[in-house]
């Protein structure tokens, strides 16, 4: 068996395999994540579901702003990879780290500060502010 992965050289199907179905299944669990949230969420009170509706899109917005730093990233790489520029795979592999660190700090810092008036903005009542902080404060903390 061949613990390394070829992206120039090995069939496309073997690749799909190895690298589009883990992938797949993270992504699965992470949306398995979310549900068993929401189920215990509703057991608690309508305000705790009501709370985690109401977090769901800033979820999907940190989500959206990771996916779109690693793709970036990834396409870089690759390109390098193709150029067979080691050079420029290992710039562009540092930079995407940095740049992914950068992000997640200011979206932590605008999170927090940001959110009790965003869920305010959405008609969210006291309590589920209170509610939609507590969830969110946890994510925003890594």
């Known amino acids: 068996m061949n613990p390394t992965l070829s992206l120039t050289k090995d069939p496309i199907p073997s690749l799909i395999k190895k690298i589009a179905i883990p992938a797949s299944v993270g992504t ?76 997640s700090i200011l979206i932590t810092i605008i999170g927090l500060v940001f959110s009790p008036s965003l869920f305010a903005l959405m008609g969210s009542v006291d309590e589920v502010i209170v509610l939609s902080l507590k969830y969110t404060n946890v994510i925003f903390a890594g």
């Open 28 to 103: 699965f669990f992470q949306t398995m994540f979310n549900i068993v949230d929401t189920f215990f969420a509703g057991k608690i009170s309508p305000e705790a579901l009501s709370a985690l509706a109401k977090s769901f899109p800033i979820y999907f917005i940190i989500i959206a702003a990771c996916v779109g730093v690693t793709v970036g990233g990834t396409s870089l790489v690759a390109n390098s990879i193709g150029e067979n520029n080691k050079e420029n795979i290992l710039g562009y592999f540092a930079h995407t780290i940095i740049y992914a660190v950068l992000v």
